[in-house]
T-cell receptor, first 113, second 111 residues
């Protein structure tokens, strides 16, 4: 069976510090990978998605970047965090192609202070 | 651009009631629609996926319907239990595009 792991679960970082959130998927090959952010009381905002190694699409311009160094690894990064980067970050995966269920990790709480 | 809304934003019902959650989408040319459950501080758990060619899907006490022509989907929960308390989100996917999520309905089932 497929599983998705995301870490760290909780993170408190000062403004201006770097960020690295990591996500790995097991039990499948060549998945589509996604990073979402969920701000308090708001819906999910798609930040990045990837259909293959090194292929990253950005949905919104912002202070964050994503990388996919391996088939089942997806990393969300920032060089300098802003207060507005605080939120709940969710990694997700789906099989390639359209019409497939999307599966989420447990999420990472980021508080920028 | 696809937009997804959900009403009500919050719902509180006594245990045992049957209830309906609503999801609306603006672009009826969807490929599929998915319902999720989110517990506080946790990730999303997929409940039901309805393909565009389907009218409904059922899993246990849950039944999701899809009416593309009216841009609506409903999630029916039968005989609600306190353990059903969570936020329920729907998401629509158009062909070649990623899922667009609604803001969710926060459900509280009172014992």
């Amino acid at each position: 069976s497929q599983t998705i792991h995301q870490w760290p679960a909780t993170l408190v970082q000062p403004v201006g510090s770097p960020l690295s959130l990591e996500c790995t998927v097991e039990g499948t090959s060549n998945p589509n990978l996604y990073w979402y952010r969920q701000a308090a009381g708001r819906g999910l905002q798609l930040l990045f998605y990837s259909v293959g190694i090194g292929q990253i699409s950005s949905e919104v311009p912002q202070n964050l970047s994503a990388s996919r160094p391996q088939d089942r690894q997806f990393i969300l990064s920032s060089k300098k965090l802003l207060l507005s980067d605080s939120g709940f970050y969710l990694c997700a995966w789906s099989l390639g192609g359209a019409g497939n269920t999307i599966y989420f990790g447990e999420g990472s709480w980021l508080t920028v202070v | 651009k696809q937009e997804v809304t959900q009403i009500p934003a919050a719902l509180s019902v006594p245990e045992g009631e049957n209830l309906v959650l609503n999801c609306s989408f603006t672009d009826s040319a969807i490929y599929n629609l998915q319902w999720f459950r989110q517990d506080p501080g946790k990730g999303l758990t997929s409940l039901l996926l309805i393909q565009s060619s389907q009218r409904e899907q059922t899993s246990g006490r849950l039944n999701a319907s899809l009416d593309k022509s009216s841009g609506r989907s409903t999630l029916y929960i039968a005989a609600s239990q306190p353990g059903d308390s969570a936020t329920y989100l729907c998401a629509a996917s158009n062909y070649g595009q990623n899922f667009v999520f609604g803001p969710g309905t926060r459900l509280s089932v009172l014992p």
